[in-house]
Nanobody, 116 residues
């Protein structure tokens, strides 16, 4: 059974940083395309960052230069380093594979609130 458990969210001031983690079980992050998504209040869920099996990465234009996706194969964990956070980054953040996302299979996510 696949489990993806997100953590690391919290309340942070504008301009601050957070690192989100996604601990995976039942799948290996190194052989799956992994994606960070987010859903802000009153908004649709959107793709934030993606990492392919080959380690290639891409980002939503709104976070380019501020967020970095990475993985630790030994810990089977995906990360999202977020810096220069803005109030519009406030959202619940989820990690997932594209397949599970298309099947509407999601974890609990982790709440990030950017506010002074």
């Amino acid at each position: 059974q696949v489990q993806l458990v997100e953590s690391g969210g919290g309340l942070v001031q504008p301009g601050g940083s957070l690192r989100l983690s996604c601990a995976a079980s039942g799948i290996l992050v190194r052989i799956n395309t992994m994606v960070w998504y987010r859903q802000g209040p009153g908004k649709q869920r959107e793709l934030v960052a993606i990492m392919t099996t080959g380690g290639n990465t891409d980002y939503a234009d709104s976070v380019k230069g501020r967020f970095t996706i990475s993985r630790d194969n030994t810990k089977n964990t995906l990360y999202l380093q977020m810096s220069s956070l803005k109030p519009e980054d406030t959202a619940v953040y989820y990690c997932n594979t594209p397949y599970r996302a298309s099947s509407n299979d999601w974890g609990q996510g982790t709440q990030v609130t950017v506010s002074s």
